[in-house]
């Protein structure tokens, strides 16, 4: 029971914060929100710092599970790279850019109120490094990236996979409170807008990678 109430209780604080906005996550109100007694979230969370490490915690959990599900699926970045590479247009490239639009969607469409509770406590924390890098890596993992950059070929994988977070992270906020956040998830317009930024990157990616790979042509003279 304790478990799942922490769980309830984690979500619940998402939630709030999604729709109310940060400044209303507090104990009294989430005991409000989710119909319990007064003292519950403070009996389980004792400081609102506890409470918002707790969220972070769990927005992680959920991210490496989801993301580890989607390295599984065929066609995804990470299984299909580790296995052919990364070629050009037409090939495991276009198979790849299309796995990640896909899960970056689902992100979207499933994991919104997350993804927005995420952002206004990142905000929040910025004076607080810990806090702030806990946060910055709960829904994208650096060295995961780097991994599977380095499957593909990449002659600098940690700097392609810091530059592909930075995409991502652009990609989700620009959905959420940018100038597509019209554009719905789950659907194939929402899937094809965000195959396009990727598609580039990561043919630039395949592009750098072969040419590294390539024999050096002999000297005429």
């Known amino acids: 029971m304790s478990t799942d109430r922490r769980a309830q209780l984690v979500t619940g604080a998402i939630d709030l914060i999604?729709?109310?906005?940060?400044?209303?996550?507090?104990?009294r109100a989430l005991d409000s929100r989710l119909g319990l007694p007064l003292g519950s979230a403070s009996y389980y969370f004792r400081t609102r710092q506890a409470?918002?490490?707790?969220?972070?915690?769990?927005?992680?959990?959920?991210?490496?599970?989801?993301?580890?599900?989607?390295?599984?699926?065929?066609?995804?970045?990470g299984k299909h790279a580790a296995q052919t590479g990364l070629s050009r247009q037409?090939?495991?490239?276009?198979?790849?850019?299309?796995?990640?639009?896909?899960?970056?969607?689902?992100?979207?469409?499933q994991r919104r109120n997350e993804l927005i509770a995420r952002h206004a406590l990142i905000v929040?924390?910025?004076?607080?490094?810990?806090?702030?890098?806990?946060?910055?890596?709960?829904?994208?993992?650096?060295?995961?990236?780097?991994?599977?950059?380095?499957?593909?070929?990449?002659a600098q994988p940690l700097d392609s996979a810091g530059d592909f977070l930075a995409l991502l992270e652009g990609l989700v906020f620009d959905?959420?409170?940018?100038?597509?956040?019209d554009v719905p998830?789950?659907?194939?317009?929402?899937?094809?807008?965000?195959?396009?930024?990727?598609?580039?990157?990561?043919?630039?990616?395949?592009?750098s990678a072969a040419s590294d790979?390539?024999?050096?042509?002999?000297?005429?003279?």
């Open 18 to 27: 999604a729709t109310s906005g940060i400044r209303a996550l507090t104990h």
């Open 51 to 77: 409470l918002i490490e707790a969220v972070a915690d769990g927005i992680t959990a959920r991210s490496r599970a989801d993301f580890a599900a989607m390295r599984e699926r065929p066609g995804s970045l």
């Open 90 to 109: 037409g090939g495991p490239a276009d198979d790849i850019t299309r796995g990640v639009a896909g899960w970056l969607d689902q992100l979207l469409d």
């Open 124 to 154: 929040e924390v910025l004076a607080d490094p810990p806090a702030r890098s806990r946060l910055a890596g709960s829904l994208f993992s650096l060295d995961r990236a780097t991994e599977l950059f380095t499957a593909l070929g990449a």
């Open 175 to 181: 959905r959420l409170a940018g100038t597509r956040a």
């Open 185 to 207: 998830a789950g659907t194939p317009d929402s899937v094809e807008q965000l195959t396009r930024p990727l598609s580039i990157f990561l043919t630039a990616v395949a592009d």
């Open 213 to 221: 790979q390539a024999p050096a042509q002999p000297n005429s003279e």
